[in-house]
């Protein structure tokens, strides 16, 4: 069954970094790409940053320069590292991967910043 599972949430001060994991138990996971999106309270989930699979990478342009998403296909996890966190980054951060028809999502995880 495909799992993915999120974790490294939590609450930081304004300024503050986060480094978010996602496992995936998916076969032949390298060829997915993968991705985090967030979801604030009262707003349409967005894309944060996605991978694909020859390395290449886009973000979001509110938070270029300040995250950085990465994969380690030999583990099957994917990583978001947030630094310079603001408030405006406040949401629930959602794992995904994706090749072709197929979607799956993890459950999410909470990032709050304080100011």
């Known amino acids: 069954q495909v799992q993915l599972v999120e974790s490294g949430g939590g609450l930081v001060k304004s300024g503050g970094s986060l480094r978010l994991s996602c496992a995936a138990s998916?076969?032949?996971?390298?060829?997915?790409?993968t991705g985090w999106h967030r979801q604030a309270p009262g707003k349409q989930r967005e894309l944060v940053a996605y991978?694909?699979?020859?390395?290449?990478?886009t973000y979001a342009d509110s938070v270029k320069g300040r995250f950085t998403i990465s994969r380690d296909n030999a583990e099957n996890k994917v990583y978001l590292e947030m630094n310079n966190l603001e408030p405006e980054d406040t949401a629930v951060y959602y794992c995904?991967?994706?090749?072709?028809?197929?979607?799956?999502w993890g459950q999410g995880t909470q990032v709050t910043v304080s100011s």
């Open positions: 995904g991967a994706t090749f072709g028809p197929l979607n799956y």
């Open positions: 991978i694909i699979r020859g390395g290449s990478t």
């Open positions: 998916i076969r032949d996971f390298s060829i997915y790409a």
